[in-house]
């Protein structure tokens, strides 16, 4: 089993910054990649950042320039700055992680989602 602990969702003013933070636990071996995606009302879920193990990262162009994704793989967790938010950044916000998790003698490739976190940006 593996969970998900998203914090640092809330309600910001335009031009206001946040930061979210993913931790995951249970028998992770190791992680592929980490990242965010998010919901909109009426949206569809969309990527904002991923980073891979190796410290590749991704983003959508929407946040470009404002939002810095970072992970730290021994922790197991993921972090996503987002400054100069923006009313369209309203959201819910959901982590996930790529990961093989197993024992000594059996490995296998999973996808895990944290339930989300809602953040507000108010214009």
């Known amino acids: 089993q593996v969970q998900l602990v998203e914090s640092g969702g809330g309600l910001v003013q335009a031009g206001g910054s946040l930061r979210l933070s993913c931790a995951a636990s249970?028998?992770?071996?190791?992680?592929?990649?980490m990242g965010w995606y998010r919901q909109a009302p009426g949206k569809q879920r969309e990527l904002v950042a991923t980073?891979?193990?190796?410290?590749?990262?991704n983003a959508a162009d929407s946040v470009k320039g404002r939002f810095t994704i970072s992970s730290n793989n021994a922790k197991n967790t993921v972090v996503l700055q987002m400054n100069s938010l923006k009313s369209e950044d309203t959201a819910v916000y959901h982590c996930?992680?790529?990961?093989?998790?197993?024992?000594?003698?059996?490995?296998?490739?999973?996808?895990?989602w944290g339930q989300g976190t809602q953040v507000t940006v108010s214009s």
């Open positions: 249970g028998s992770i071996l190791s992680t592929n990649a």
């Open positions: 980073v891979t193990s190796g410290g590749s990262t």
């Open positions: 996930y992680v790529d990961v093989e998790v197993g024992s000594s003698w059996y490995t296998v490739r999973e996808t895990h």
